[in-house]
């Protein structure tokens, strides 16, 4: 049997939770890490542990060599996901990580473990619909940091200004850019478990309309909720967003309670 207890090296688990009773497993945006989802767990509340994926060429693992393959990283994000099962999971994947979150749960059905209780896609249109991304993987350090910016929202300055951060930085978003131009989407039938949208008003790679094309990827309830940030309402809407996240867990949690 698998030991739950132990440290994985994918999985970054800040304020450890014995007894929560359902798991929130985080799916980072493009070049990003763990730290986003830090505090998580303590405002959630107890009932929850939140566990973020960390993906090589970052924070601890900034040395590691980076994964540019979709099908690749997802293996491996699997796997490690699959040593978390001793308890419910509720997944939630922000831009490149709502793609990986999907394909986690489509795994997890084609092999019949226990599917997540709530599927979360935060900052991302459905996966069906045309392409928005731009083709700057090939791009200079410079255009590429340019671009991320105009589109996305603006890059810290402590990253540009920094050599060995704006190196890291680059390495591992550009990585993940050729990891998101590599996705092949498949049609499969709806999930049966609820999902959540989640975007900005101002986010202008992901509208409404992107947003509300998810509805078709659950069998059971579908919500949708919108923010007045960007892209990275993440950080700019943090209460607003985990209100949001808990309001649709309790209903996992009252189900649990009555079963």
Same mark, same amino acid.
């Given at each position: 049997?698998?030991?739950?207890?132990?440290?994985?090296?994918? %999985?970054?688990?800040?304020?450890?939770?014995?007894?929560?009773?359902?798991? +929130?497993i /985080?799916?980072?945006?493009?070049? &990003?890490?763990?730290?986003?989802?830090?505090?998580?767990?303590? *405002?959630? &509340?107890?009932?929850?542990?939140?566990?973020?994926?960390?993906l090589?060429?970052?924070?601890?693992?900034?040395?590691?060599?980076?994964?540019?393959?979709?099908?690749?990283?997802?293996?491996?994000?699997?796997? !490690?996901? /699959?040593?978390?099962? *001793?308890?419910?999971?509720? #997944?939630?994947? $922000?831009?490149?990580?709502?793609?990986?979150?999907?394909?986690? !749960?489509?795994?997890?059905?084609?092999d019949?473990?226990?599917?997540?209780?709530? %599927?979360?896609?935060?900052?991302?249109?459905?996966?069906?619909?045309?392409?928005?991304?731009?083709?700057?993987?090939? /791009?200079?350090?410079?255009t590429?940091? =340019?671009?991320?910016?105009?589109?996305y929202?603006?890059?810290?300055?402590?990253?540009?200004? =920094?050599?060995?951060?704006?190196?890291?930085?680059?390495?591992?978003?550009?990585? =993940?850019?050729? +990891?998101?131009?590599? $996705?092949?989407?498949?049609?499969?039938?709806?999930?049966? /478990?609820?999902?959540?949208?989640?975007?900005?008003?101002? =986010?202008?790679?992901?509208?409404?309309?992107? #947003?509300?094309?998810?509805?078709? $990827?659950? &069998?059971?309830?579908?919500?949708l909720?919108?923010?007045?940030?960007?892209?990275?309402?993440?950080?700019?809407?943090?209460?607003?967003?985990?209100? !949001?996240?808990?309001?649709?867990?309790?209903?996992?949690? *009252?189900?649990?309670?009555?079963?």
């Amino acid at each position: 049997m698998i030991n739950t207890n132990q440290t994985h090296p994918w %999985l970054v688990v800040n304020s450890p939770a014995p007894t929560a009773r359902i798991r +929130v497993i /985080c799916f980072p945006h493009a070049g &990003g890490g763990s730290v986003p989802f830090h505090g998580w767990s303590r *405002d959630l &509340g107890q009932e929850f542990e939140v566990c973020s994926v960390l993906l090589p060429g970052r924070e601890r693992r900034h040395r590691e060599p980076v994964i540019e393959r979709f099908d690749v990283l997802l293996d491996r994000i699997y796997e !490690a996901v /699959c040593t978390r099962l *001793d308890r419910p999971l509720a #997944l939630f994947g $922000y831009s490149m990580g709502a793609l990986l979150a999907l394909e986690v !749960a489509r795994r997890l059905r084609r092999d019949g473990l226990p599917l997540p209780v709530h %599927l979360f896609v935060a900052a991302r249109r459905a996966p069906h619909l045309p392409s928005w991304e731009l083709p700057i993987h090939e /791009c200079s350090d410079e255009t590429l940091l =340019d671009e991320t910016s105009r589109v996305y929202g603006e890059i810290a300055g402590v990253v540009r200004n =920094d050599p060995e951060l704006r190196s890291l930085f680059t390495r591992a978003l550009r990585a =993940d850019y050729r +990891v998101v131009a590599s $996705y092949n989407f498949h049609v499969e039938p709806p999930l049966a /478990c609820p999902v959540t949208a989640l975007g900005g008003e101002l =986010d202008s790679m992901v509208d409404r309309a992107g #947003l509300e094309a998810w509805s078709g $990827y659950s &069998g059971l309830r579908f919500s949708l909720y919108q923010f007045s940030g960007g892209h990275f309402f993440l950080h700019s809407h943090r209460s607003a967003l985990l209100s !949001a996240v808990r309001r649709e867990l309790s209903g996992a949690l *009252d189900v649990g309670a009555n079963g």
